[in-house]
C-alpha cells in the first residue's frame, strides 16, 4: 500500500507557472506508476498525466501536452507536475494516484489517492 500527500498548489496568475509535488510513503514507489488528474467544479475528474515505473515514459492528456510534464524522483519517493502557461480553465483540484498499469486513463486504474491540492489560476 502507498499513501500520497499533495502540495505545491495556489493561487497564480494566468500565463504563470506552478510545480506540484506529490509524496509517497512506503519502500515500493518505484514499483508504482503514478498519475496526474483534475478536478474543477462541477466536473468530471479528468486525466492530466501518467509516468511509468521508472520515468522513462510518459502520457499526457491532448489538451495537456506542451505544457505540462510529469516527472518522478524514485530516490525522493515523488512525483510532480510542472504547469506553465497556465490558463484560467486549469483551475481545479489536482490529484497524484499510484497504479501498477501503464498508461491509463480512467479514475479505476489507480488504487491509491491523495487528496488533493488546489490550484487557482486567475484571469
Known amino acids: 500500500q502507498v499513501q500520497l500527500v499533495e502540495s505545491g498548489g495556489g493561487l497564480v496568475q494566468a500565463g504563470g507557472s506552478l510545480r506540484l509535488s506529490c509524496a509517497a510513503s512506503?519502500?515500493?514507489?518505484?514499483?508504482?506508476?503514478m498519475g496526474w488528474f483534475r478536478q474543477a467544479p462541477g466536473k468530471e475528474r479528468e486525466f492530466v498525466a501518467a509516468i511509468k515505473w521508472s520515468g522513462g515514459s510518459t502520457y499526457y492528456a491532448d489538451s495537456m501536452k506542451g505544457r505540462f510534464t510529469i516527472s518522478r524522483d524514485n530516490a525522493k519517493n515523488t512525483v510532480y507536475l510542472q504547469m506553465n502557461s497556465l490558463k484560467p480553465e486549469d483551475t481545479a483540484v489536482y490529484y497524484c494516484a499510484a497504479g501498477w498499469a501503464y498508461p491509463v486513463e480512467v479514475r479505476t486504474g489507480y488504487p491509491y489517492w491523495g487528496q488533493g491540492t488546489q490550484v487557482t489560476v486567475s484571469s
Open positions: 512506503g519502500r515500493t514507489f518505484s514499483s508504482y506508476a
